[in-house]
């Protein structure tokens, strides 16, 4: 079965900071992996997909992230965060199983930007 | 292209009731799922429906139903609620296509509370 680690429940960059958010998978095919952002009240926003191909994808707002097969990883960047960044950040892997498919997501990394 | 809208946003109930869940995928999107976000268990896939039938369910009770209609909105039931159904149910469509797993993209949710 597949399974997402995202192994920082919080973290806090000062406004304007780099951003790094871990995220690790388990899945023994090739596996579909995606990030979405929720701000508070709100559903999942896709941020970026990763299905095939080259490994550094961009997403919308600025974000990047990088498949990393050997390690299993597929970490999120952001170069300079906004302060209207903050919000929760899930990692997801996606599986086809019975002709459809299903996602596993982490248990999100809380961000918070200080100004 | 409207996004995936969800009805009632807000819902109260007591133990014992019975509630009924409302999604309408984006316009062409044959493929709805459901997904329960609690503080305790995070995110968890419920079921997946494509044309009018359920192809994949998650590890929920009997009492977690769900139905695709014709032109692809979807319904969910719970039944004789409990106080730790409480959640906010999130639906995701998404296109279908053959290979690889398909993009979801998700509605604003519906936050059941359950007293």
């Known amino acids: 079965a597949q399974s997402v680690t995202q192994p920082d429940i919080h973290i806090t960059v000062s406004e304007g900071a780099s951003l790094e958010l871990r995220c690790n998978y388990s899945?023994?095919?090739?596996?579909?992996l995606f990030w979405y952002v929720q701000s508070p009240g709100q559903g999942l926003q896709l941020l970026l997909k990763?299905?095939?191909?080259?490994?550094l994808v961009q997403g919308i707002k600025g974000f990047e992230a990088e498949f990393k097969r050997s390690q299993s990883s597929f970490n999120l960047r952001k170069p300079s965060v906004h302060w209207s960044d903050a919000a929760e950040y899930f990692c997801?892997?996606?599986?086809?199983?019975?002709?459809?498919?299903?996602?596993?997501f982490g248990t999100g990394t809380q961000l918070k930007v200080e100004l | 292209k409207a996004g995936v809208t969800q009805t009632p946003r807000y819902l109260i109930k007591t133990r014992g009731q019975q509630v009924t869940l409302s999604c309408s995928p984006i316009?062409?999107?044959?493929?709805v799922s459901w997904y329960q976000q609690t503080p305790g268990q995070g995110l968890q896939f419920l079921f997946e429906?494509?044309?009018?039938?359920?192809?994949n369910k998650g590890n929920f009770p009997g009492r977690f139903s769900g139905r695709q209609f014709s032109n692809s909105r979807s319904e969910m039931n719970v039944s004789t609620l409990e106080l730790g159904d409480s959640a906010l149910y999130l639906c995701?469509?998404?296109?279908?296509?053959?290979?690889?797993?398909?993009?979801?993209?998700f509605g604003p949710g519906t936050r059941l509370t359950v007293l």
């Open positions: 995701a469509s998404s296109l279908v296509t053959s290979g690889g797993a398909d993009t979801q993209y």
């Open positions: 899945y023994g095919a090739t596996p579909y």
């Open positions: 990763y299905f095939s191909g080259d490994t």
């Open positions: 997801a892997v996606g599986a086809r199983m019975g002709g459809g498919n299903k996602l596993t």
């Open positions: 316009s062409g999107h044959r493929s």
């Open positions: 429906y494509f044309s009018e039938t359920q192809r």
